[in-house]
């Protein structure tokens, strides 16, 4: 069972993360912000990470797909709020 808590943290937390990385210039900002998301996904409930990856192993794990990546599973987690 995916609970309203886990939503509304993970959706803050990738929110924030989010917002950073797609304002920052800097490739080290970047490349520590996808670390910290790689890392928060392991961690994160099985459930609700299959409800916002289609399927997909790989998901905020793969350095060349991040950036649409993570916006959609901002976008996933808001309309699931």
Known sequence: MITKDSIETAYSFLHQKRNV???SSLD???DDIEYAIASYADDMSRELYD???GGRADFLRDHKRFPE???QAVEQLE???
Do not use: R
């Open 51 to 53: 409800a916002i990856s």
């Open 69 to 71: 990546d993570i916006t």
């Open 79 to 81: 309309n699931m709020l």
């Open 28 to 30: 080290w900002q970047k």
């Open 21 to 23: 990385y797609i304002h």
